[in-house]
């Protein structure tokens, strides 16, 4: 280790460097209510919001958690884990991150369809119609091709837009509260 | 090692105690999932998302290596995920060393593509190539690598002239919680990673991590043995990132290396060293075991803030340390660099971004007999201007960009690098772009001012062996180039996508290594700038989706090459190879298939064309060859992969590059090894 010199002392400098910036991190103040957040962060969130507006089928409770279903790429990482350690109705939340739309079952009560699976979107829409499965996505026209809540992104803020009929249908009842805040559109006919 | 690896650990650990600390001190303030849902919605995001929807929209060559890409292609270093991309000739001289270049040009010291890893240079300024063993991050922890082939001068600066690499890794917030990957097998002797992620505060989440791999020795087909060329690197490093107000974020992070590589060469003994005598009259010392011990370590901030107005401000600082040592040098670097960027709509239909940056460079060598830089220590200093604005000339339909980025460094002085492009959004389906750049890439401190021994040759008794060297010239001025490129995105079905770039770059001043004679007529070569080419070629990328659980990728590059010397070049003679080492043709097919919920099969197969000349002085050629890679990967559970993975498993062994002349050629090795993942 004899040539461990110059590098070395830069190294040692270096590294005392980055714990004295890790440290001046603590004591920061928290900051105002309204922060800024990532854009996944915010969408994990709003999943989660969005349960409170969300009336399922009483038959289908069954299993005794809550589960939000990732279908494709998952965009969200770490943002969501952070759900598991909340409830939905007294029933803890469970996530499971699906490659395939055929492995979409009942313990699935919210399904997020990625982006990546933007090819299959009629497909696997198809698939799901009528089951009472909340089907929530982010690509651009996703409640006109029969999703039920499209996330859709303004120049800085994220909007809603719904597809009531395809809801209605599977079931499930929106709350007025969350109708008002989101735009109302319909399947578009191909 | 040890130091270092204690080092690392301890730092590792300090910073999971803080995390932890930190973790405990923020759960008593308010979490964004108990805000109401109106205040949810009044949250701005300032991600910068919806990077696929613009790639479509980028007037210039660009392949995005993804995630799930790197993570599908089962690859355990940085160079090697750079074979993802079509139009990358990744080609690998031993097992630590890569030439890696876009649009041809390639060697050992390849030095026209730019590789940034978030935000930091990462190319040497002595050889204005990247030193590609040195490179490399938590795999896991990549968001994504943009791969920009053609020029990208005007945004990023000198020596982007025939592409540029962006390696950006993700954002502390999306990298929470544990990460195991550790591996094993015959070439990969054995590799782990090791990442934590925690929330230091409200807004604040840090990650640190550590990488350790061990590699064995390739083989050497002259020898019929071992290369000698086995390594072992380790590496540790965080990263912070703060959405602190409403308009502002930052991002603290730092990296620290250490890797100790070994290497089978032939050297030059000092004919003026009594004891070399053994070594007469050739002067060359066979086979010795020498070893590069390399390391580094840098610590970069970013501070980004955003107006309401919808403009936005990037500040930026980094410094980097880096130290490498070999028989026939030691070059030690500290880089200091400042960037700015501004980002505005003056008036509608205008995006307006300009900027500055400053860096500082200081080097220090310890010369031998057979390399010596001189001065042998160094200040250098360099700072540029950018402006680019993106026009739309009709909206949602053409685009031109319009651009110039001035460059000031002491060798060349100014330097301005232009850049036009338009961008037709013909359809939703169908975008069209072209574009016209001038690029230069300027000189390295080694055409500059090295004294490297080119060539020892024996001379009837009583006469002293002849001593050729090679020298650095106070004249060499830039390489520049001009480039032309026309490129189409189709995407006729929802499952299938098409990107298709052609170019055509005309180059003049290129490098060129001059035979001369001094005053005693004893030959010498300087380097020169009397070679003038151009290279056309095309690449393709083809992804299609024909099942849900079925992807395909296709990938294509063709390249030719054409240079003449110019009228200058010296009457005794002159070694161009540059352009020789990129093969006319390559092909890549990638199938990605999920077999079920937890079971994925992955093959590749590529093919790679014979090189004309590769190594600067060797010129030796390399036949064509095929590879075939395969990964199996069954996840038992949410949180747990275990993968079997072979690549090059056509052959034993095959060569796919000859580095410098002192190097000997080197055979990379049929590799299997089994990894095991673990979120925890």
């Known amino acids: 280790m004899s040539s461990f010199s110059l590098g070395g002392k830069y190294l040692r400098k270096g590294m005392r460097r980055l714990l004295l910036a890790l440290l001046l991190l603590l004591p920061m103040e928290p900051p105002p209510a309204m922060a800024v957040s990532s854009e996944y962060k915010l969408k994990a969130a709003l999943i989660y919001k969005l349960t409170r507006f969300v009336e399922w089928p009483r038959e289908n409770r069954t299993g005794g958690s809550f589960g939000i279903c990732i279908l494709g790429r998952d965009d969200f990482g770490s943002a969501l884990d952070a759900l598991e350690s909340r409830k939905v109705d007294g029933l803890p939340i469970r996530i499971r991150r699906l490659v395939q739309s055929d492995a979409v079952d009942s313990s699935c009560q919210i399904l997020f369809v990625s982006e990546s699976k933007r090819p299959f979107l009629h497909s696997i829409l198809a698939s799901l119609k009528g089951r009472p499965i909340l089907t929530i996505g982010d690509l651009d026209g996703f409640a006109e091709k029969g999703g039920m809540i499209e996330f859709v992104r303004g120049r800085q803020r994220i909007g809603f837009r719904i597809n009531l009929q395809q809801a209605d249908r599977a079931g499930l009842k929106i709350a007025a509260p969350l109708l008002e805040l989101s735009t109302i559109v319909e399947t578009e006919r191909t | ?680």
């Open chain 2, 1 to 680: 090692m040890k130091n270092m690896l204690k080092t690392i650990v301890r730092t590792a650990l300090a910073a999971l105690l803080l995390a932890s600390a930190g973790g405990a001190w923020a759960q008593g303030k308010e979490d964004i999932l108990d805000l109401p849902l109106e205040d949810l919605l009044s949250l701005e995001v300032t991600s910068a998302a919806r990077k696929e929807q613009r790639l479509k929209e980028t007037a210039a060559s660009v392949f995005v290596i993804t995630r799930e890409d790197i993570r599908r292609s089962g690859v355990t270093r940085i160079p090697e995920a750079l074979r993802l991309a079509p139009g990358v000739q990744v080609s690998r001289i031993d097992a630590n060393k890569w030439a890696i270049s876009t649009r041809g040009f390639n060697n050992q010291f390849a030095n026209m593509l730019l590789v940034m890893i978030d935000g930091r240079t990462v190319y040497s300024p002595t050889i204005s190539g990247v030193y590609w063993d040195a490179q490399d991050t938590m795999l896991e922890d990549i968001d994504r690598i943009e791969v920009i082939r053609g020029p990208g001068a005007t945004l990023w600066g000198a020596n982007a002239v025939n592409g540029v690499i962006n390696i950006i890794t993700r954002n502390a917030a999306e990298t929470q919680g544990g990460l195991l990957v550790a591996g094993a097998g015959n070439e990969e002797s054995g590799y782990g990673s090791l990442r934590y992620g925690g929330q230091l505060a409200t807004n604040v989440a840090g990650r640190v991590y550590l990488k350790y791999n061990d590699n064995d020795a390739f083989w050497n087909p002259k020898i019929k043995s071992d290369a000698g060329d086995q390594w072992q690197s380790l590496r540790g490093g965080f990263r912070v990132d703060s959405d602190a107000t409403d308009r502002d974020s930052w991002t603290l992070q730092g990296d620290a290396y250490r890797s100790d590589e070994h290497q089978l060469a032939n050297y030059w003994a000092d004919p003026g060293d009594p004891a070399s005598a053994p070594y007469a009259p050739w002067y060359v010392i066979p086979l010795v075991d020498d070893s590069v011990d390399s390391r580094g370590w840098n610590l970069l901030g970013r501070w980004e803030h955003s107006f309401t107005s919808g403009s936005a401000l990037t500040l930026q600082a980094y410094v980097d340390h880096t130290r490498r040592a070999e028989a026939f040098s030691t070059q030690v670097h500290d880089t200091l660099d400042l960037d700015f960027q501004h980002r505005f709509q003056p008036l509608k239909g205008h995006d307006l971004v300009w900027g500055f940056n400053l860096r500082y460079i200081r080097d220090d060598f310890e010369n031998t007999f057979m390399a010596s830089i001189i001065p042998d220590h160094q200040d250098f200093s360099l700072y540029s201007l950018f402006v680019q604005d993106e026009i739309d000339l009709m909206p949602d339909r053409l685009r031109l960009v319009l651009g110039s980025k001035f460059e000031h460094n002491e060798y060349t002085g100014l330097e301005v690098q232009p850049t036009a492009r338009l961008l037709w959004l013909a359809n939703e389906r169908t975008t069209v772009w072209t574009s016209v750049s001038r690029a230069v890439r300027t000189p390295s401190r080694a055409e500059r001012s090295a004294a490297i021994v080119f060539l020892i040759q024996p001379m009837p008794d009583p006469y002293p062996p002849l001593l050729v060297y090679g020298y650095g010239n106070d004249d060499f001025h830039s390489e520049e180039l001009l480039a032309y490129e026309l490129g189409l995105r189709y995407q006729p079905r929802d499952n299938l996508s098409l990107d298709l770039s052609l170019y055509y770059h005309d180059y003049d001043e290129l490098e060129t290594l001059e035979v001369h004679g001094d005053a005693a007529g004893i030959p010498y070569l300087a380097f020169d700038n009397n070679l003038l080419a151009d290279s056309q070629g095309a690449e393709l990328s083809v992804d299609w989706q024909p099942l849900e659980w079925w992807r395909l990728q296709l990938g294509y590059s063709y390249y030719r090459f054409s240079s003449s010397l110019s009228a200058s070049s010296s009457p005794l003679g002159a070694i161009a190879p540059n352009g020789l080492a990129t093969p006319g043709h390559q092909y890549s097919l990638r199938s990605l298939m999920d077999l079920g919920s937890d079971l994925s099969l992955d093959l590749w197969l590529y093919h790679m064309g014979a090189i004309e000349q590769s190594g600067y002085l060797s010129g030796q050629p390399v036949p064509a060859y095929t590879g075939f890679n395969l990964r199996l990967a069954w996840r038992p559970r949410e949180n747990l992969e275990l993968s079997l993975i072979g690549r090059d498993l056509l052959d034993d062994h095959h060569l796919e590059f000859v580095g410098e002349s002192y190097l000997m050629p080197t055979e990379i090795e049929r590799s299997i090894y089994a990894q095991v993942r673990l979120d925890f």
